[in-house]
């Protein structure tokens, strides 16, 4: 089955620009979704289709996706953004939904 | 936008069912195209999908825990719902219902703490 590896933590000051991984073969004939999910609430859609932001999504916030990595970057980082972010896509071979593992951001 | 609640007991007993419910509002279950889901947070982990169903009722299931679940949809209560037998503490989380369309899960329910203890 398709399996997502993200790093478990990363770490940014505040201004910087953070980039979290999201890892599979050939990941790119998927279309990858982003979620952020901040403490003791329900994950929210940040990034979808790859790079699509829906419209409460900062332009601070984008995607991409190549080769085997798919990429949420960061830029100008808040400390608002600490959070976990989570990559997903659809397998279509198995007809399942395949999360990664997810990676807390942590703002210094 | 779709909203969706989870419904259900708090707490169950270690080898009985777990039963959860969730109502949708703000649109038709029956919509062509979408899937509805149940995904699963162990605490301080990262999220499961345990399974969808249509609203004709076809399912889908995570290997890992297909032999112990069972999804069903009422149309006519724009509900869908969730049983997941024998469970164990390792059973304990946080349980969400969530639309997916194209792929994307794109409305979420505020999930429900379900712990397995006798």
């Known amino acids: 089955s398709f399996v997502l590896t993200q790093p478990p933590s990363v770490s940014v000051a505040p201004g910087k620009t953070a980039r979290i991984t999201c890892e599979g073969s050939n990941i790119r004939s998927n279309s990858v979704h982003w979620y952020q999910q901040k403490p003791g609430q329900a994950p929210v859609v940040l990034i979808f289709?790859?790079?699509d932001r829906p419209s409460g999504t900062p332009e601070r916030f984008s995607g991409s996706n190549s080769g085997h990595t798919a990429t949420l970057t960061i830029s100008r980082v808040e400390a608002g953004d600490e959070a976990d972010y989570s990559c997903q896509v659809w397998d279509g071979s198995s007809d399942h939904v395949v999360f990664g593992g997810g990676t807390k951001l942590t703002v210094l | 936008q779709l909203q969706l609640q989870e419904s259900g007991p708090g707490l169950v007993k270690p080898s009985q069912t777990l039963s959860l419910t969730c109502t949708v509002s703000?649109?038709?279950?029956?919509?062509?195209?979408?899937?509805w889901n149940w995904i699963r947070q162990h605490p301080g982990k990262g999220l499961e999908w345990i399974g969808y169903i249509y609203y004709s009722g076809g399912t889908y299931y995570n290997p890992s825990l297909k032999s112990r679940v069972s999804m069903s949809v009422d149309t006519s209560k724009n509900q869908f719902s969730l049983k997941l037998s024998s469970v164990t503490a390792a059973d304990t989380a946080v349980y969400y219902c969530?639309?997916?369309?194209?792929?994307?899960?794109?409305?979420w329910g505020q999930g429900t703490l379900v712990s397995v203890s006798s």
């Open positions: 969530a639309s997916l369309v194209r792929g994307l899960l794109d409305s």
């Open positions: 703000g649109g038709s279950i029956s919509r062509g195209g979408y899937y």
């Open positions: 289709f790859d790079s």
